[in-house]
């Protein structure tokens, strides 16, 4: 149990366009997922939160206009890096906490996804 | 602000050669800390949540240890295919259940 998927895998796009990465928990309803950056070499970074049905809120120095969250259901969470540009080039990865009792602050991360911008 | 700084950077082992890595934390009210396993290219695995001091969970050749300032993470009879990046993270009170990860130490198994 406690599965998160992503996709896609990876997404090579031209400067300038916008590019989606969707989040799921597939085997549970995830009250909170998160979004991360991983740098080569470097550590997970947090970029936002987001609760289903509400905004979500985002770490210092993450624009909210650049990368759009949407918490469109318990189990689904899309990234959207808009305007996308080369420095944008990184390793998202989500991660989603089950709804359940007792077990609150436990988190389950997806593969992520490798996004190269050109 | 909460700290997580973990050591060594890098680690070699000799297949068998036990080691422990160390996580020191920094946080004003621990609700959980973290250990992950990650792999090149790929999310953290899931390894350990540790949640008071005193506290001690095993997992195969893994056993993870954790103080009020710190925790290990103790690798017994280390296998090539225990080779990855492990991760150390703390939540929390105050941080809404995101996590607060360390930079990781790389550790490399070999024959």
């Known amino acids: 149990g406690a599965v998160v998927s992503q996709h896609p895998s990876r997404v090579i796009c031209k400067s300038g366009t916008s590019v989606k990465i969707e989040c799921r928990s597939l085997?549970?309803?995830?009250?909170?997922m998160f979004w991360y950056r991983q740098f080569p070499k470097q550590s997970l970074m947090l970029m936002a939160t987001?609760?289903?049905?509400?905004?979500?809120?985002?770490e210092q120095g993450v624009e909210k206009d650049k990368f759009l969250i949407n918490h469109a259901s318990l189990t689904l969470s899309t990234l959207t890096v808009t305007s996308a540009h080369p420095e944008d080039s990184s390793f998202y990865i989500c991660?989603?906490?089950?709804?359940?009792?007792?077990?609150?602050?436990?988190?389950?991360f997806g593969p992520g996804t490798r996004l190269t911008v050109l | 602000e909460d700290q997580v700084t973990q050591s060594p950077e890098a680690l070699r082992l000799q297949e068998g050669e036990s080691s422990s890595l160390n996580c020191s934390y920094t946080?004003?009210?621990?609700?959980?800390l973290f250990w992950y396993r990650q792999d090149p290219g790929k999310g953290p695995e899931f390894l350990f949540t540790?949640?008071?001091a005193g506290e001690e969970k095993e997992k195969e050749r893994l056993k993870a240890t954790l103080t009020k300032k710190e925790s290990f993470l103790h690798i017994t009879a280390p296998k090539p295919e225990d080779s990855a990046t492990y991760l150390c993270?703390?939540?929390?009170?105050?941080?809404?259940?995101?996590?607060?990860f360390g930079k990781g130490t790389s550790l490399l198994v070999t024959p």
């Open positions: 991660s989603a906490t089950p709804r359940r009792a007792g077990t609150y602050n436990e988190q389950f």
């Open positions: 085997d549970f309803q995830a009250t909170t």
């Open positions: 987001s609760n289903e049905g509400s905004k979500a809120t985002y």
């Open positions: 946080v004003s009210g621990l609700r959980g």
């Open positions: 540790l949640y008071s």
């Open positions: 993270a703390v939540q929390g009170v105050d941080s809404g259940y995101a996590l607060n």
